[in-house]
Each structure stands twice: as structure tokens, then as C-alpha cells.
């Protein structure tokens, strides 16, 4: 008998769940903030406080998980509703999915660290 | 050989239930583009100011800002949908042999989303 694969099934829930309680503890302010007041002037989001802010080490981190944690939330709920709409997904689809949300993460990481401090 | 497979089409839209459940499961797309459009930002960002500036000026497109306001409510609902399933997706909690309540863990998750919120609020408005 082949031996037993070990799932991978616990990372993506992990970065699923993360992101999920992420998103629902401060997404609607994020929105909020950085879609409307921000574009519309409401509050002061001029180009020196979003360096100021990308090039700090707690606001380096911050942004990176934002991005990553809600892009591998977003492919997972997508790769399961992809099911929920009655195509049968297979490893290809998981892959291209959260490949997806991985190549955002690393280039999300190469723009903060070519941002510098 | 084929075998016969249950036809699925439209299951959805038969149940309002399942309305409500496709409803937040919308919410994936919205918030998969909220942070595609944040990477955007954060590449014009290391471009230069007036690469920001302009990434900016096109959040405030009436296009953009209905797509913020559309994602807001359904991020919303998702944080409603997520806290209020969080005591079953977690292990008991408790506190001495008490095991606190789901109702406690609901108010708890909301109060800690409120708390959160408005922190990052005043710390944008005031800095």
C-alpha cells in the first residue's frame, strides 16, 4: 500500500481563515479609508505619508499581509464557488488559484523591499 | 464509461437561503480585486509621486467609487456571516470549567471588529 500523502488541505484553510477573520475584522474600514475618503480628499493622503508609511517596518508588514492574507482568501472562496456553479475542479484549478495569490504575495514583498526604508 | 451526474444549474437562485449564500460568497471577487487594486497602488507608489497621484485620481472615477461602496457592504456581510459562525469553526473556549457562551464569542468577535475599526479611523485622521 502507497503511503498516506500528507493533505495540504490545513495551509490553504489557515491562510483562507486568516484572511477571513482579517477581512472581517477591519476590511469595510479599509475600503472605507483607502477607496472613498481617501480618493475623495476626505482625509490627507498625500504621496509623502504613503512612502512615509510603505517604507516603515510595522507598515511594511501591515500592507503585506493585507494583500496577501485577503488575495489567498479571495482564491479560495472563488475555487470552491467555481464547485458551488457545478464544474468539477481538479488540482490544476486549486494550483492556478492560490498560484495566483502566491504571485501576488512575492510581488507585493519585491515592491516593499525595493520601496527601501 | 459516463456515469450520470445530478444537474446543477440554477440551484442557487431557487432558495433564498442559497441567495444569501452566493451573496457573501461574492464577496471573495470584491475583496480579491480590493487587494489587486492596493498591489496596483503599492507599485505606483514606488514609482513616484506623480505615478501615486495619478493611481489616486483614478479611485476617485464614479466607476471606482461604486465598486468601493458595492465591496464595502458586501465585506460588511461577510464580517457579519464570519463572526457569527466563528463559536462553531473554533474549539470551546473556557474559562475555569465555564465554557463561554456563543452569544459572548459573537458579542466578543464584533466589539474586537468595532474597537479595531475605529482605531485605524483615528489613527488616519489624526496622524
Same mark, same amino acid.
Given at each position: 500500500? $502507497? *503511503? ?11 491562510l483562507?481563515? $486568516?484572511g477571513? #477573520?482579517?477581512? *472581517?475584522?477591519? !476590511? ?6 483607502t477607496?472613498? $475618503? #481617501?480618493?475623495?480628499? #476626505? ?7 504613503a $512612502? *512615509?508609511?510603505a517604507?516603515?517596518?510595522?507598515g511594511k508588514l501591515a500592507i503585506l499581509l493585507v494583500i496577501s492574507l485577503f488575495l489567498f482568501h479571495g482564491v ?13 475542479? !481538479?488540482?490544476?484549478?486549486?494550483a492556478a488559484f492560490h498560484g495566483f495569490a502566491a504571485l501576488g504575495t512575492l510581488a507585493a514583498g519585491w515592491l516593499l523591499l525595493s520601496i527601501g526604508? | ?30 475583496i480579491t480585486a480590493y487587494a489587486l487594486i492596493l498591489l496596483w497602488g503599492l507599485a505606483r507608489l514606488s514609482q513616484?509621486?506623480?505615478q501615486f497621484?495619478?493611481w ?72
Amino acid at each position: 500500500m $502507497a *503511503a498516506l500523502k500528507r493533505s495540504n488541505k490545513p495551509v490553504f484553510w489557515s491562510l483562507f481563515g $486568516a484572511g477571513g #477573520m482579517l477581512s *472581517a475584522l477591519i !476590511g469595510p474600514m479599509l475600503i472605507l479609508i483607502t477607496g472613498i $475618503a #481617501m480618493p475623495l480628499g #476626505m482625509v490627507n493622503s498625500g504621496y509623502e505619508r504613503a $512612502a *512615509a508609511f510603505a517604507q516603515n517596518g510595522f507598515g511594511k508588514l501591515a500592507i503585506l499581509l493585507v494583500i496577501s492574507l485577503f488575495l489567498f482568501h479571495g482564491v479560495h472562496r472563488m475555487y470552491h464557488c467555481v464547485h458551488d456553479f457545478g464544474i468539477h475542479v !481538479g488540482p490544476g484549478l486549486k494550483a492556478a488559484f492560490h498560484g495566483f495569490a502566491a504571485l501576488g504575495t512575492l510581488a507585493a514583498g519585491w515592491l516593499l523591499l525595493s520601496i527601501g526604508v | 464509461m459516463r456515469t450520470y451526474t445530478r444537474p446543477m444549474a440554477g440551484w442557487w437562485r431557487r432558495n433564498p437561503f442559497y441567495l444569501w449564500y452566493m451573496l457573501r460568497e461574492a464577496s471573495c471577487v470584491f475583496i480579491t480585486a480590493y487587494a489587486l487594486i492596493l498591489l496596483w497602488g503599492l507599485a505606483r507608489l514606488s514609482q513616484g509621486k506623480p505615478q501615486f497621484e495619478a493611481w489616486l485620481a483614478s479611485l476617485a472615477s464614479p466607476v471606482s467609487i461604486a465598486f468601493h461602496a458595492i465591496a464595502l457592504l458586501l465585506v460588511l456581510y461577510h464580517a457579519w456571516t464570519w463572526f457569527k459562525v466563528m463559536p462553531r469553526t473554533m474549539p470551546f473556549v473556557r474559562i475555569g470549567g465555564w465554557r463561554v457562551p456563543d452569544g459572548f464569542i459573537v458579542a466578543f468577535a464584533f466589539a474586537g471588529s468595532i474597537v479595531l475599526s475605529g482605531a485605524l479611523l483615528i489613527a488616519v485622521w489624526r496622524l
